[in-house]
């Protein structure tokens, strides 16, 4: 009886209708896939092609061995019931990860296929706990959880949910799963359990490396890594819900170069077109925008606008878009996704004729008046319900491929900016899946709060996306919901977010900030409302003096964050650091997530409790640390506390970084 072939570089494994194939799959790492009762089907979510890799291979009759690199797994045929148990290993015979066996008696699968009616499968995927690793990445979860050992997490999009299925173990490997389905997974004490509702096959990725820096630069190769960030995403961008027109484009661009405050993007929000999916401004509120964008590019400012997938059943592209097919559609009923300001169906950027078709639209509306950067809001998309089974794209059930909309959705925009000649992009979304970096996409975190509590779940949603691939990651300076400027407290908040905002890989203040007023068109038709002001003068002459303190240490920051968005774009370094991926041989910064390393040179601790004016802070070993507002020297390995009014916060700094920011905090 043979269990095991070697084929095309790898091994396949045969018993009682699954199907294994193992391959190796990049530097020190492999892939691992699966089927039930056929061939295993030759598709592949979210890895880029590879160099081929000569791997050692040896075949044995109820064992074998595949070794690339550091890593090598081990393939062992249980003698009860014949099940295929597979163990991975570092270059040190270290023990990595493992499929569970079967249990003899208990007859368990690792890798188990429930038949669906009409064909396709639920599966799941269950690997041995390991008590002693700690786990990070996976995207952005809203949760004040660093550590992810013990977490259930859906592995589905929501607003300000963006699951981005890759880990980084405490324990030396990193692991992808690669499959797009809507599903689940359990980082439980026993067991590790991946879900997926809907697929045809297992497939998962594993890397190997000596340091965290080492496992990413593995990954990054294996979904690729983002562009150059161009030299406006280095600056401060301003933004608020909404600018409704255009002289209040120009006005608020004015009075920022009357001040002599630089502003690298100036955004103009949603509702500024007619209809969803009409993709073009109001010619009510924006009479010519042509002149409007060469004003502001007169002023150095970049125009970003607002797009959003939906289209109202009232727009003038609806009844093309449907008739050729490019829309989402439900399973049964009537197509109406989401209802604001109107029935609303999703363009499906899963189909590459609908993403030539609003291209199309945005080129001929938007990229011809010179706009050169957009923001691709409700990137989920945000379905109405987020009842997963009752949705279908081109590329197939939402339950099955469904989380690739916003990598598909960024792919869209990326692409048709290519090919118009332009090599400079980034564009703000909603949302990310694996591979959503290298389409230029700058992720924001949502519609959150504007609360103490949602601050700091957003310190620990940035490090994780960092290490999930994302390192273009932002959020709401100040948060979006909730935000009244007639609040001393809210102002406080503020200016701590603005802080922090100042040590994000952009810096962005938005938000639909308490008062609003009503908008209503010349038709008497009411649209959509705009906050109250949101610049940084609109909060007292104390606070402006202070935001704009923290947007010239932003700019003072100019060649340091260019060196750390190098980094990122060859080798997938996170922008935004735990202590652990500088720091690995300290223990302690495995557990610190409320302090992070912005680069690899500027410890930053954001002040995010409610009027706290100083604060504990943990100096990794191994460092020298200098204060940047007075000079203090310390050594790490030692916490120290740090007072920090509302005028500053704590920064630490080493090496080369001392240059920009000694005694300007």
């Not at 160099?51 to 075949?59: D, G, M, V």
Request: net charge negative.
């Amino acid at each position: 009886m043979r269990f095991f072939e070697e084929k095309d570089g790898g091994i396949i494994f045969r018993e009682n209708g699954e199907m294994v194939r193992i391959s190796p799959w990049g530097e020190d790492s492999v892939r691992v896939e699966s089927a039930y009762l056929g061939e295993i089907p030759d598709s592949n979510a979210a890895l880029l092609p590879q160099e081929e890799c000569k791997a050692q291979i040896q075949i044995g009759d109820m064992d074998s061995c595949l070794t690339n690199g550091k890593i090598t797994v081990k393939l062992h045929v249980e003698g009860w019931g014949k099940a295929l148990c597979i163990s991975f290993y570092n270059e040190k015979g270290k023990p990595l990860i493992s499929e569970i066996t079967n249990g003899g008696a208990l007859q368990r699968r690792a890798r188990y296929f429930r038949p669906l009616t009409g064909g396709d499968f639920y599966l799941k995927a269950s690997f041995v706990a390991d008590e002693h690793e700690k786990i990070y990445g996976m995207g952005q979860y809203q949760q004040e959880i660093f550590d992810l050992k013990g977490c259930n997490l859906e592995l589905a999009h929501r607003n300000s949910q963006a699951s981005v299925p890759f880990y980084l173990s405490s324990a030396g490997y990193g692991f992808m799963w690669n499959n797009p389905a809507i599903g689940a997974v359990h980082f439980g004490k026993n067991t590790t359990e991946w879900e997926a509702n809907v697929t045809n096959k297992l497939d998962y990725w594993i890397t190997a490396g000596d340091t965290p820096k080492e496992i990413m630069e593995h990954f990054g190769k294996a979904v690729g890594t983002v562009p150059m960030m161009p030299e406006y995403g280095l600056g401060f961008w301003q933004c608020k819900l909404r600018y409704y027109n255009q002289k209040q484009v120009l006005s608020i661009a004015e009075e920022y170069r009357k001040r002599d405050i630089p502003v690298d993007v100036l955004v103009i929000d949603y509702y500024h077109w007619p209809r969803c999916g009409d993709w073009r401004f109001d010619p009510e509120y924006f009479e010519d925008p042509k002149n409007m964008v060469q004003k502001l590019h007169d002023m150095g400012i970049e125009t970003m606008v607002s797009i959003w997938p939906q289209v109202d059943w009232r727009s003038e592209n609806y009844e093309e878009m449907r008739q050729q097919g490019l829309l989402v559609r439900n399973n049964g009923g009537i197509d109406a996704q989401m209802i604001f300001h109107g029935n609303n169906v999703f363009m499906d950027a899963t189909n590459p004729r609908t993403r030539a078709y609003v291209w199309d639209k945005i080129k001929k509306n938007y990229a011809d008046l010179g706009i050169r950067t957009f923001w691709l809001d409700e990137a989920e998309p945000e379905f109405g319900t987020y009842d997963f089974e009752q949705y279908r794209y081109y590329a197939g059930s939402v339950s099955e491929i469904g989380n690739i909309y916003p990598r598909e959705y960024a792919r869209l925009f990326y692409e048709g900016q290519r090919a118009n000649g332009q090599e400079d992009i980034v564009n703000l979304i909603r949302c990310a899946w694996l591979g959503s970096q290298r389409y230029g996409a700058l992720v924001w975190s949502g519609d959150i709060m504007s609360t103490y509590e949602d601050f700091r779940k957003q310190i620990c949603a940035g490090l994780h996306m960092g290490i999930a691939g994302i390192p273009w990651w932002t959020t709401d300076i100040g948060g979006f919901h909730a935000g009244d400027v007639r609040s001393e407290d809210f102002k406080e908040l503020l200016i701590r977010w603005f802080q922090f905002g100042t040590f994000c890989p952009v810096m962005r203040i938005h938000g639909c900030r308490q008062p609003v007023e009503q908008i209503v068109n010349a038709a008497g038709e009411i649209r959509e409302q705009t906050g109250a002001d949101n610049e940084i003068w609109s909060y007292g002459e104390e606070n402006e003096q202070i935001m704009t303190k923290f947007i010239r240490i932003r700019l003072a920051m100019k060649e340091y964050i260019r060196s750390i968005m190098e980094e990122a774009h060859k080798k997938a370094t996170p922008v935004m650091r735990p202590m652990f991926f500088e720091f690995p041989e300290d223990e302690k910064t495995y557990d610190i997530w409320d302090c992070y390393m912005f680069g690899g040179d500027i410890l930053v601790a954001p002040i995010c409790y409610a009027h706290e004016m100083k604060r504990s802070v943990y100096l990794p070993k191994g460092a020298t640390w200098t204060l940047a507002n007075d000079g203090s020297v310390y050594e790490g390995g030692q916490t120290i506390e740090v007072e920090a009014g509302i005028e500053t916060l704590p920064i630490f700094l080493r090496n080369k970084a001392q240059e920009y920011l000694i005694g300007k905090l």
